[in-house]
Nanobody, 123 residues
Framework: QLQLEESGGGLVQPGGSLRVSCATS????????IGWFRQAPGKDQEGVSC????????WYLDTVKGRFTISRDNAKNMVYLQMTSLEPEDTGVYSC????????????????WGQGTQVTVSS
């Protein structure tokens, strides 16, 4: 069974950068996509970005396009989310999750989740 664990969250000033990491273990060849999600206090969880394992195709939430970059390191079984030009609205608990299925990664159901890492953007 695939397991995921996030790290790299912290406190960042507006305009700053941060990279959160997702370490995968277990049956790492059995998933088709990894996604990053976030949830701010009092708000619904939303998908931020995702990447397919087969062709590395990606999807980004409109509000983070041009600022966030998702990437993977297959040798290390890691998926990263590089966040730049951070805004207070980016604050939330960031979680990574794995999905199985065909089609764009934005259409898949994510069933295996990490515990989340807190990202706070504040001056």
């Amino acid at each position: 069974q695939l397991q995921l664990e996030e790290s790299g969250g912290g406190l960042v000033q507006p305009g700053g950068s941060l990279r959160v990491s997702c370490a995968t273990s277990g049956f790492t060849n059995d998933y088709d996509a990894i996604g990053w999600f976030r949830q701010a206090p009092g708000k619904d969880q939303e998908g931020v970005s995702c990447i397919r394992s087969s062709d590395a195709s990606t999807w980004y939430l409109d509000t983070v396009k041009g600022r966030f970059t998702i990437s993977r390191d297959n040798a290390k079984n890691m998926v990263y989310l590089q966040m730049t030009s951070l805004e207070p609205e980016d604050t939330g608990v960031y979680s990574c999750a794995a999905a199985v299925g065909s089609g764009p990664c934005s259409t898949l159901a994510y069933a295996a989740w990490g515990q989340g890492t807190q990202v706070t953007v504040s001056s």
